[in-house]
């Protein structure tokens, strides 16, 4: 989640205060991503040490508040990271993936119970998840695209639990390959 | 109340040494008002159960108890009396007919049941009048979206007195917005006393009911429960 960009992007309508800054970027995250004054603060200073941003002293309001607002290298900042894709051609590593490889490598330990545990306690975050966004979805558009981002994230993961357990299951069932496993391993390029 | 009860229910198909088993010593309880959601790979026994479960098939041993009573005791009229009474099916491909409009597919089993014409057609269409089909009764199916086909087969299960709802991958045939709208209705229904179970592989479809139950080897997959720790149990992510 990067709080830099965030910032930009709820300074591009307008100028606005440090404060406001960070109700805005709760609000925008349904309230998901709780985000501390002090963290605000310090991006802002950076943003401005950069050239992104402008600080001035608020001129309708008495008191220390600094009003901030997004200067042309800050558009352009932005408008870059919105349409520069997240690198995702390298697997991350999943901790869930390698506790379910690390399973198959335990004596006595049953790799499909392993997948079970993990599958049910997924569904039921899907469960409070839904719950959750049948609750307040009709209000909040922004928590119900949220909501469906971590659904879906999470629906992903229990497909995959799924797969590697009939492939499990299938691979107990077929006699082992005793060809030698191919040593190039394939990398994924994509282009950016 | 229980609506459904199925104690020790086991399905063989075939016998001796080339026996296949479907289920096994399942239990499974469906209170009203309870959404139960099956989920399980291919061939894990969820069909079976939900054929056994609305009567169609008979189990090799153990019982069902639909309302309180026992399948077990009762004859092939009764329990086509049941089915067409007080169970609602929901297939994967809607299973409607084509020659008849969405408000008459709607009022057939009422009008199977022995009630008159155009009092059943009044009571379909105030079925789909409360899945916010109105507008569809005249429509045949095949002037029907695939999400309104379905709407109208739930309504069709739904229709009467009909508390149990079981459904067979309701949503397997739409896409994600139409099936969630399928399992909202669901989920609605079961707020208003029907008890549904509703077999399916989608675990994002799944989430809709009050309890999942797991299927392997048609058995109910056991494993210990995830141990509870820094991320068990917390239903929000925080950036950390």
Redesign the interface.
């Known amino acids: 989640?990067s709080v830099r960009h965030a910032l930009l992007a709820f300074l591009s309508a307008r100028p606005k205060y440090g404060l406001q800054l960070r109700e805005e970027f709760e609000e925008s995250t349904g309230e998901?991503?709780?985000?501390n004054v002090g963290q605000v603060y310090t991006t802002l200073q950076r943003l401005e040490r950069d050239g992104m941003i402008e600080s001035d002293e608020s001129e309708d309001e008495p008191g220390p508040q600094k009003v901030f607002k997004i200067t042309e290298a800050g558009r352009v900042e932005l408008d870059q990271w919105l349409n520069t894709p997240p690198d995702m051609a390298q697997p991350p590593r999943d901790e869930l993936v390698i506790k379910v490889l690390s399973a198959l490598r335990v004596p006595g330990v049953s790799v499909?119970?392993?997948i079970?545990?993990?599958?049910?306690?997924?569904?039921?975050?899907?469960?409070?998840?839904?719950r959750?966004k049948?609750d307040e979805a009709d209000f909040d558009l922004t928590f119900a695209l949220v909501g469906d981002a971590?659904?879906?994230r999470?629906?992903s993961v229990?497909?995959w639990l799924?797969a590697a357990?009939?492939r499990l299951k299938r691979a107990a069932l077929e006699p082992p390959d005793t060809k030698p496993a191919p040593l190039i391993r394939r990398r994924l390029v994509t282009r950016r | 109340m229980s609506l459904l009860e199925l104690h020790q229910v086991s399905k063989f198909y075939g016998e001796g040494e080339t026996a296949v088993r479907a289920l096994y010593e399942m239990d499974l309880s469906v209170d009203e008002g309870q959404f139960v959601a099956v989920?399980g790979?291919s061939g894990s026994g969820k069909s079976t159960l939900l054929t056994i479960a609305g009567s169609l098939e008979e189990p090799s041993s153990g019982e069902v108890y639909v309302g309180g009573a026992a399948l077990s005791r009762m004859g092939r009229n009764d329990k086509a009396r049941l089915r067409r009474r007080a169970i609602g099916y929901v297939f994967q491909d809607f299973n409607l007919l084509p020659g008849l409009s969405a408000a008459e597919n709607v009022a057939l089993p009422l009008e199977l049941d022995g009630v008159p014409s155009r009092r059943a057609l009044q009571i379909g269409c105030s079925t789909l009048e409360r899945l916010a089909l109105a507008d569809r009764a005249g429509h045949y199916p095949d002037q029907l979206s695939g999400g309104e086909r379905q709407r109208v087969a739930i309504a069709r299960a739904l229709v009467g007195e009909r508390r149990l709802l079981l459904a067979d991958e309701p949503s397997g045939a739409l896409d994600s917005r139409n099936g969630e709208a399928v399992m909202?209705i669901i989920?609605d229904a079961c707020r208003s006393g029907v008890g549904a179970v509703v077999v399916t592989?989608?675990?994002?479809l799944?989430?809709?009911?009050d309890r999942?139950v797991?299927l392997?080897d048609g058995r109910v997959?056991n494993?210990?429960?995830?141990v509870a720790g820094a991320s068990?149990g917390r239903?929000?992510?925080?950036?950390g």
């Open positions: 989640m998901v991503w709780p985000l499909h119970d392993v079970q545990v993990h599958r049910r306690y997924l569904v039921e975050l899907m469960q409070q998840w839904t959750l049948e971590e659904l879906f999470l629906d229990v497909r799924d357990d009939s | 989920m790979p909202r989920f592989h989608d675990p994002h799944a989430s809709w009911a999942v797991f392997r997959a494993a210990p429960d995830a068990a239903p929000l992510a925080s950036p």
